[in-house]
């Protein structure tokens, strides 16, 4: 909900949901609110009730809070190639959840991923290397198949998920308390839109 101020008003994890979904559509009918970036700098200048945080790709196409429509002190934002989680991910999030405000956890994969085709075409370079590797046993699409980009940035979506709840036993804590939840999306770099995994 948006109050007269401008303001996000969120209360659980529900609530984020529907106002990333919202924020998505305003987004994608043009028109999105949350643009008065001075208005809101003076709002949060005191502290920030930010109500989702979104692991995303690095992606120059993919800003969380211009395609959610959130502006400035609405979500927090992690962000990498390929929108994995490592120990400072997962420690980031424990962060958000457990000593801020953060009700919804999104990871959200796109189409057209780097991340995800360099997986694909096994590409070795440096660091890179073990980040492919992290992606590669999302890929259960047979390699002739057109879908198999897609197909992979999303079961690697669903694997980043299953690994913050096995490796984090304070993110899982929450779940089972129903203190927040986690969810998957994809984002079409093609439409703007996002397709949450419900
Ligand atoms: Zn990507």
């Known amino acids: 909900m948006i109050n007269e101020n401008h ?19 305003r987004f994608l009918a043009g028109k999105s609110i949350n643009t008065n970036y001075l ?15 979104i692991l995303s790709c690095m992606d120059a196409r993919v800003p969380p809070e211009i395609i959610f429509d959130q502006g400035i002190g609405n979500v927090f934002v992690i962000r990498n190639a390929g929108n994995l989680e490592d120990e400072n991910v997962i420690g980031s999030i424990e962060y958000t959840v457990r000593y801020s405000s953060a009700k919804l956890i999104v990871v959200m994969g796109h189409s057209h991923c780097g991340a995800v ?17 992290q992606i590669k046993p999302a890929i259960k699409t047979d390699k002739s198949s057109p879908h198999i980009l897609t197909d992979t940035a999303k079961f690697s979506v669903l694997q980043t998920i299953s690994d913050i709840k096995e490796r984090s036993e304070s993110i899982s804590e929450l779940l089972k308390e129903e203190k ?5 999306a994809y984002y079409e770099v093609e439409t703007g839109e996002v397709f949450f995994f419900e």
């Open 7 to 25: 303001e996000v008003i969120v209360h659980n994890s529900r609530e984020s949901f529907n106002e990333l979904k919202n924020g998505n559509a």
């Open 117 to 133: 085709t360099g997986a694909l075409n096994d590409i070795q370079h440096g660091h890179l290397s073990q980040l492919v590797e």
């Open 180 to 184: 927040i939840s986690i969810i998957g």
């Open 39 to 53: 208005e809101q700098i003076e709002q949060t200048k005191r502290g920030h009730e930010a109500h989702a945080v």
